[in-house]
T-cell receptor, first 113, second 115 residues
Framework: AAGVIQSPRHLIKEKRETATLKCYPIPRHDTVYWYQQGPGQDPQFLISFYEKMQSDKGSIPDRFSAQQFSDYHSELNMSSLELGDSALYFC????????????FGPGTRLTVL | QKEVEQNSGPLSVPEGAIASLNCTYSDRGSQSFFWYRQYSGKSPELIMFIYSNGDKEDGRFTAQLNKASQYVSLLIRDSQPSDSATYLCAVNTPLTEGGSEKLVFGKGTKLTVNP
């Protein structure tokens, strides 16, 4: 079965650079969630989109923004990168938007030097 | 206080034993409960979900939910070394005005199954 696709899988950036992470949800899933997981930490919710509209916002820094496109894929844009942004970034998708089971992508490992 | 609490472990059990993982949550309005397994450096993988009080069995896994006690657990029977991973309990937060239901994770319990 098709799963959530994330790209790139690994990304290395310098401080103050920008990064764009992409997420392609499972076909027919209309809701996308972004999570950040630091070393040894649990995933922290950043932001979610339902039917291309932002549906909720968590602990996402103002330097980050995201959107969901007409084909339901989503992009997380990160600017003025800091060392502390180094983490695994997971995208998850679900169908229905409200509390349905979330399936996670493989993640993007971002390293900021 | 974190909304979802788990014993961080590590929890160590011998191969073939029953591993018991526990989770409590603070929001009585929570309706959906999930157990994810996460290997180091990998993404969370859904193991079980449960919505109703009682037990739900799937193969070697049994999820138990007690909403009155705000408690959810995962039992792994006949534990195998390949079950060694961090197990994350996740609880949906109730719908609030203008928001959506999102998962709140516990910090995870690291399980080691010894051959």
């Amino acid at each position: 079965a098709a799963g959530v696709i994330q790209s790139p899988r690994h990304l290395i950036k310098e401080k103050r650079e920008t990064a764009t992470l992409k997420c392609y949800p499972i076909p027919r899933h209309d809701t996308v969630y972004w999570y950040q997981q630091g070393p040894g930490q649990d995933p922290q919710f950043l932001i979610s989109f339902y039917e291309k509209m932002q549906s909720d916002k968590g602990s996402i820094p103002d330097r980050f923004s995201a959107q969901q496109f007409s084909d339901y894929h989503s992009e997380l844009n990160m600017s003025s990168l800091e060392l502390g942004d180094s983490a695994l970034y997971f995208c998850a998708s679900s169908y229905g938007g409200l509390g349905d089971t979330q399936y996670f992508g493989p993640g993007t490992r971002l390293t900021v030097l | 206080q974190k909304e979802v609490e788990q014993n961080s472990g590590p929890l160590s059990v011998p191969e073939g034993a029953i591993a018991s993982l526990n989770c409590t949550y603070s929001d009585r309005g929570s309706q959906s409960f999930f157990w994810y397994r996460q290997y180091s450096g990998k993404s969370p993988e859904l193991i079980m979900f449960i919505y109703s009080n009682g037990d739900k069995e799937d193969g070697r896994f049994t999820a138990q939910l007690n909403k009155a006690s705000q408690y959810v657990s995962l039992l792994i029977r006949d534990s195998q070394p390949s079950d060694s991973a961090t197990y994350l309990c996740a609880v949906n937060t109730p719908l609030t005005e203008g928001g959506s239901e999102k998962l709140v994770f516990g910090k995870g319990t690291k399980l080691t199954v010894n051959p």
